[in-house]
């Protein structure tokens, strides 16, 4: 189950498992569904939509044995200007959302003694950036949560880890200002935006068997930048 599975880097991922042969659901709000997977509705800051996206996909799939926790927002400005419905509508979705979906998930893994979390999280979360704190607090407490979850599931064969993307070809990152995508290639050694199949690739190596032993790890797919940090 890819949450924010319509489009962006959460199609790329989902096409990638359904690649590697599993039965692939992803969420959406209500935008045009992608072909060929099977499409739920959910909006993860919606509790009830949440119960209801994961009853269909059970009934449809069984239960969930990949939930890859994707779907993001940003509403980027200054601290300064920022209310609290800015901040806590962040957290609601990149955070919260997320605590949300595994929750529900973790049940049927723990069953199953087998299971694969995965959260997108953003090569921000390190680094900060101005205009982002809300977007890079979210971000960097998925990886605490990540890390708590590696700890409470390690024993009962679920790992829980991170992918940190860096700027991705996406409609996220296309609404960003000439500026700031100058100073994004100029700190990427590499120079150069990744596309949404690059976060995939990550996705589907920590997803798969030969990952059975990397829990708690924070994988950057950020073409160096935020490097080290
Ligand atoms: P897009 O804006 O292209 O897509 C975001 C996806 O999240 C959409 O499917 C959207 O659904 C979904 N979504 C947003 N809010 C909710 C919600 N409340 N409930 C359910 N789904 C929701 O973003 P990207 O593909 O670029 O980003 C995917 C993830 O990768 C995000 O977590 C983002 O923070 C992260 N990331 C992206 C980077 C980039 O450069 N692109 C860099 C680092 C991290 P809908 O279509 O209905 O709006």
């Not at 990949?66 to 209310?83: F, K, P, Q």
């Not at 704190?133 to 990886?143: D, G, H, M």
């Not at 150069?192 to 996705?203: L, Q, Y």
Request: proline share 5%.
């Amino acid at each position: 189950m890819v949450t924010g599975g319509n489009r962006g880097i959460g199609l790329a991922i989902a096409r990638a498992l359904a690649d590697e042969g599993h039965r692939v659901a992803v969420t959406h709000r209500g935008g045009p569904p992608p072909e060929g997977l099977l499409a739920v509705r959910c909006d993860v800051t919606e509790p009830a939509t949440v119960e209801s996206a994961f009853a269909e996909v059970e009934r449809e799939f069984g239960p969930v044995e990949i939930l890859v926790s994707n779907a993001g927002i940003t509403r980027d400005m200054l601290v300064l200007e920022m209310e609290d419905k800015d901040f806590h509508e962040v957290l609601e979705t990149n955070l919260v959302g997320a605590f949300r979906m595994a929750r529900r998930a973790l049940p049927g893994m723990l069953r199953a003694r087998w299971g694969r979390l995965v959260f997108v999280s953003s090569a921000i979360a390190a680094v900060g950036g101005p205009g982002q704190a809300s977007y890079a607090a979210s971000k960097a407490a998925l990886t605490g949560f990540a890390r708590s979850l590696a700890w409470e599931l390690g024993r009962r064969g679920i790992t829980a880890n991170v992918v940190a993307p860096g700027p991705i070809e996406t409609d996220m990152s296309a609404a960003v200002s000439e500026a700031r995508r100058d100073w994004a290639m100029q700190t990427t050694p590499l120079g150069r935006m990744g596309r949404p199949g690059d976060v995939a690739s990550a996705v589907r190596f920590l997803t798969g068997e030969e990952a059975h032993y990397i829990t708690g790890a924070v994988l950057p797919v950020s073409g160096g930048f935020g490097m080290g940090a």
